[in-house]
């Protein structure tokens, strides 16, 4: 598909290699690389047939790595768990669980060795005794991508002062709110999110879509139930691709067309049990499902039907002031240099420290490399206001 593409590219540097000197022809050898990758990657990236809509397996995939260095200390196994304003991500009804008026949460990650940036916050508020709300913001991004697509111009002519710079990155909204029910124990809560994704000047996109959850606390018993994207979200995409017309016709692609991109619903269900040893010592496991139903994947269980990715995690609290965690998930099948098949998974590792209307949590990805997925150090911090503090 791209053999046109690159033989000429080859050709051109070639001829290069032959008129120009040494420093200079490496630089041009790697701004045309540079050229080349991007148009690879916005083939690839972009759909090739221009449907109105199109189902993709892993559309808003930003949506589901997770927020809180607590949570994902536990490898995401809180979603009975969760009662604070990460809530409004992992589960809304948990939100009728946080202990203050108003809680603040933040957090930033680094992924694929700092090359992308995780930002997140959020605000969580009670309304009443028995109801509270939350607003949580999303960005998942790689900035300062070199673009290098008219750096030559009609002549040949090199213009350094045309390399520009452009983010590919993805951001969401959270509108969350939960209530309690008349049913003791038993909370519900729902998410309406807009996503913004944007990829330089060439595309951008809108989505909408709804979440929906429920936590059922009995004795030391907790169970939970997380529908995201409950409707299918939507993103509706946008092209601006006019300068490439000549590389997509000389490669043989087909213009991306403005499409609509659907997400399909994923179910999480949930269970945990509190243990208390004496006062001062709190152990608690909990055991996640997230069920897909958008075909088969790498998951431990997979069928046409759904999809089914365990996770478990563990607390390990002291006064609930300091805390242990740990947890293990993304559990796949790969085939290793000898071409057997390996179960490989992630484990995780975090600390907590709760201190005068502050916790500060942290969380270590990928112990050992036990699984495909890269290393990364995640910080969170919460903070806690009551109205009574507010007056002072």
């Known amino acids: 598909m791209y053999r046109y593409f690159l033989k000429k590219l080859s050709g051109q540097i070639k001829e290069n290699i032959f008129t120009l000197g040494a420093f200079h022809r490496l630089k041009i050898y790697m701004n045309q690389f540079r050229i080349c990758i991007l148009l690879l990657l916005a083939v690839f990236v972009f759909p090739n047939e221009g449907k109105s809509q199109t189902v993709r397996k892993y559309s808003n995939e930003f949506l589901n790595i997770g927020v809180g260095a607590s949570a994902l200390g536990m490898s995401n196994s809180n979603t009975a768990l969760v009662g604070d304003v990460t809530s409004g991500y992992w589960n809304p009804a948990g939100l009728t669980r946080i202990e203050n008026n108003i809680e603040i949460g933040l957090m930033h990650a680094s992924y694929f060795a700092s090359i992308a940036q995780y930002e997140y916050g959020a605000v969580a508020f009670k309304i009443d005794d028995q109801s509270a709300a939350s607003i949580s913001y999303m960005r998942f991004g790689v900035d300062n991508i070199p673009n290098t697509a008219d ?97 997509f016709a000389a490669t043989g692609n087909a213009m991306p067309t403005n499409s609509i991109e659907i997400a399909l619903p994923r179910l999480i269900l949930a269970a945990g049990h509190q243990f208390t040893v004496k006062d001062d010592f709190g152990i608690y496991p909990e055991l996640d499902l997230d069920m897909t139903f958008d075909g088969k994947r790498n998951t431990l269980v997979s069928s046409n039907f759904a999809s089914i990715d365990p996770h478990i995690g563990l607390q390990l609290s002291y006064k609930n002031m300091i805390y242990i965690r740990g947890g293990a998930g993304n559990i796949q099948k790969e085939s290793n240099f000898k071409g057997e098949k390996i179960t490989t998974f992630q484990p995780n590792i975090g600390l907590g420290l709760k201190l005068a209307g502050f916790s500060l949590d942290y969380a270590l990805t990928d112990i050992g490399d036990n699984s495909a997925a890269v290393y990364s150090n995640v910080f969170s911090l919460r903070i806690d206001i009551n109205r009574g503090f507010m007056r002072r």
């Open 151 to 247: 750096l030559i111009d009609a002549n040949g002519n090199i213009n350094y002062d045309k390399i520009t710079s452009f983010s590919s990155a993805d951001n969401a909204f959270l509108f969350s709110y939960a209530r309690k029910t008349g049913v003791e124990g038993l909370s519900i809560g729902g998410s309406a999110k807009v996503i913004y994704r944007q990829v330089g000047a060439f595309a951008h996109a809108w989505g909408f879509g709804l979440d929906g959850g429920a936590q059922y606390q009995t004795g030391n018993w907790r169970f939970a139930a997380m529908a995201r994207d409950v409707t299918s979200t939507f993103s509706a995409w946008s092209f601006n691709l006019d300068q490439f017309k000549d590389v």
